[in-house]
């Protein structure tokens, strides 16, 4: 196809007719010149979907460290030589602490992430302890939390947690790249038992580990598939002691990365778009851009990464002509 033509198709977009593969390319391979129309397109879809409102999220790092899997990007992998801090179960007043404070300030959600794939029911039964624990404050609670058996999600259910994450990360044909000790297959299956149980499911990937533009339409095209109530989409901040440390990211322009958040906002036009981790490096300045396509941040930093904090957050999305807003609205 032409690039004349996908112009075009930015210029009169037609929703019933959803992007293939090569179209989605082009979209990454547009010229400069071009973005306005790009910006224009992804607004549209932003807004009827989404109005100005900025839902943002807490992460609590809820298991830190000492994971079994070797991914590539991870300071919490067993091959990171990262010097974080590492540590079973984060203290109560911690989580609490964090909890309370996305009660007070009306944050979307509280996300907590634990490191590692599996674990036993004792573990996720203490944690649904806690889920019920934080759950009176009616927050709204989504976990990120490796692989989880069937009766284990069910437990977790039980408790009254909303949403799981469970990222893609990458393409299927990338994805032996950066991890090798479990696979996307089982990246996928999980995701569908969760669905299948009634979760909502936040699902996304990282951009910049030297994946092709396929590898990221590829990535989008699945969770196209998978359709998501939201997708993190991150960008990679290379981590001193991880085997990443080094990646070149000068691919990794505003410019790009917008490229990347307008295509997913173009293939899973209802689902929050996240920018998570890099949002800070990487869209520094043009937040009233950024805005104009996703319509969720994190306030307080990431797993193992700081970032703005929450008063900063509300302030830079006011700023920029958009609303924080308490909850998401998922359903359209
Ligand atoms: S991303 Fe998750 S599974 Fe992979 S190394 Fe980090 S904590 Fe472990």
């Known amino acids: 196809?032409?690039?004349?033509?996908?112009?075009?198709?930015?210029?009169?977009?037609?929703?019933?007719?959803?992007l293939t593969r090569e179209e989605a390319v082009e979209i990454l391979n547009l010229p400069e010149e071009e973005m306005?129309?790009?910006?224009?397109?992804?607004y549209a879809l932003r807004t009827k979907y989404k109005g100005k409102k900025v839902s943002v999220q807490l992460l609590t790092n809820v298991r830190s460290g000492n994971c079994s899997q070797n991914c590539a990007y991870c300071a919490q992998s067993r091959d990171s030589e990262a010097p974080i801090e590492k540590y079973r179960r984060v203290s109560d007043e911690k989580l609490y602490g964090d909890n309370d404070l996305v009660d007070e300030k009306h944050l979307a959600r509280h996300c907590i992430g634990l490191s590692g794939i599996g674990f036993s029911d004792e573990e996720i039964e203490d944690l649904a302890d806690r889920i019920r624990e934080m759950k009176k404050k009616e927050t709204q609670i989504c976990c990120s939390i490796g692989f989880l058996t069937e009766k284990q999600a069910k437990m977790l259910k039980e408790a009254g947690l909303d949403r799981i994450n469970h990222n893609l990360n990458s393409s299927r044909s990338f994805y032996p790249e950066i991890c090798t000790t479990h696979t996307y297959e089982q990246r996928v299956n999980n995701i569908k038992m969760l669905q299948g149980l009634g979760f909502e499911i936040c699902s996304g990937g990282i951009i910049g580990m030297g994946e092709s533009k396929e590898d990221v339409v590829d990535m989008l095209m699945d969770l196209r598939e998978i359709n998501p109530e939201s997708v993190p989409i991150n960008f990679l901040l290379p981590i001193p002691g991880t085997r990443l440390a080094d990646r070149d990211i000068s691919e990794l322009t505003p410019e790009y990365c917008l490229k990347v958040l307008c295509l997913a906002r173009l293939m899973i036009s209802k689902s929050d778009i996240r920018c998570a981790a890099g949002r800070e490096v990487y869209f520094k300045g043009i937040?009233?851009?950024?805005?104009?396509?996703?319509?969720?941040?994190f306030a307080s930093g990431y797993l193992t990464a700081g970032g703005q904090g929450i008063d900063a957050t509300m302030k830079?999305?006011?700023?920029?002509?958009?609303?924080g807003e308490i909850e998401s609205t998922d359903e359209e």
């Open 36 to 42: 306005p129309k790009l910006l224009d397109c992804a």
């Open 316 to 323: 830079m999305i006011e700023e920029a002509g958009f609303t």
């Open 287 to 297: 937040e009233p851009t950024l805005f104009k396509v996703v319509d969720s941040i």
């Open 1 to 18: 196809m032409s690039e004349l033509s996908i112009t075009l198709r930015l210029e009169n977009w037609d929703e019933s007719r959803p």
